[in-house]
């Protein structure tokens, strides 16, 4: 009896902690684009699962080199898997209970954003952890080409900030008209049509 306990034991050990551990060192292939311009292709790994947590700086591999840290003054950026992420400036800003967001050179401090949508017209997901829940958070940001600011497209349980969205797109009516009318719904679908379609406008 002793010796089946002893082998259901390890059973469950190998089951089931050993795939955790390996989960939480896990790589994916990507790569880093250095400062310099140059981009370094191999394993990549920004976060622990397992935990909650996302890397202040992100775990390089080569073959066979070592692993290397890189923090977002480091490098422009980084793509993991599908998943391409930029390095940018930013600054939050509160006056009379509204938020401004900010990409000026040397104001603020550098992070690293998630790219949902590039083109003319950027979407960012901006990641963090909540201090309240300690469980990962994030919002949307647009950023048009050549402009140091951001426009956030939504504002916490509240859902999308339509007011400001349609202002912000009046450029573009037909993407207002469909924001207004429930047509579309996601950040990166307004992104997506604006790059797309909003020239013909």
Not at 123 to 148: K, M, T
Not at 172 to 178: A, D, K, N
Request: proline share 3%; with cysteine.
């Amino acid at each position: 009896m002793y010796h089946e306990s002893r082998i259901l034991f390890h059973l469950v050990f190998i089951l089931i902690i050993v795939p955790s551990l390996y989960s939480q060192e896990a790589f994916s292939p990507g790569y880093v684009i250095l400062n310099s311009g140059d981009t370094l292709h191999g394993q990549v790994r920004d976060r622990d699962l397992s935990r909650d947590a996302i890397f202040k700086k992100v775990r390089f591999r080569e073959e066979h080199h070592g692993t290397k840290r890189y923090g977002p003054y480091d490098i422009e950026g980084y793509r993991i898997g599908d998943i391409e992420f930029d390095s940018r400036w930013f600054e939050e800003e509160a006056e009379f209970f509204k938020f401004f967001y900010f990409c000026r050179a040397g104001v603020g401090e550098k992070t690293f954003l998630k790219v949902l949508e590039r083109g003319e017209l950027t979407c960012y997901y901006r990641e963090y952890i909540d201090p309240d829940s300690g469980y990962p958070d994030g919002y949307e940001l647009f950023q048009r080409a050549g402009e140091d600011h951001f426009e956030r497209a939504t504002q916490g349980i509240l859902g999308l900030k339509m007011k400001r969205l349609s202002a912000y797109f009046a450029d573009c009516p037909s993407l207002v008209r469909q924001i207004n009318n429930g047509e579309i719904r996601t950040p990166g679908e307004m992104a997506d049509l604006y790059n797309h379609r909003c020239t013909n406008d």
